[in-house]
């Protein structure tokens, strides 16, 4: 069981920079590869980008690579996601997400078993 909640969002405006937050618990142990994804209204949630249980291995999103960063802190149970440059067309609600670590990080989001509740960031131009 794992219960998964964001923070951070927010309103800004274009070029402007968040950092979003996924705090972590659970009462199982094991390893998990974790992921942000997002939402923008009238679209499908779409994989951002997401990190392996150690945290050595990261993958992101064509339309956000080299202007978003994400990484975790597992003393802390937590994954943050940097992002900087921000344009309008990254409005979206942003969930954090987590599965039973692999080889892979997967992108699809039916790879997730939990996901926290969302958190809406709305950049403006």
């Known amino acids: 069981q794992m219960q998964l909640a964001e923070s951070g969002g927010g309103l800004v405006q274009a070029g402007g920079s968040l950092t979003l937050s996924c705090a972590v618990s659970r009462r199982s142990s094991g390893y998990y590869n974790m992921a942000w994804f997002r939402q923008a209204p009238g679209k499908e949630r779409e994989f951002v980008a997401g990190?392996?249980?150690?945290?050595?291995?990261?993958t992101c999103a064509d339309s956000v690579k080299a202007r978003f960063t994400i990484s975790r802190d597992n003393a802390k149970n937590t994954m943050l996601l940097l992002m900087s440059s921000l344009k309008p067309e990254d409005t979206a609600v942003y969930y954090c997400?987590?599965?039973?670590?692999?080889?892979?990080?997967?992108?699809?989001?039916?790879?997730?078993?939990?996901w926290g509740q969302g958190t809406q960031v709305s950049v403006s131009s």
């Open positions: 990190i392996n249980w150690s945290g050595r291995k990261s």
């Open positions: 997400a987590a599965q039973p670590a692999s080889d892979d990080i997967a992108s699809a989001d039916d790879r997730y078993p939990y």
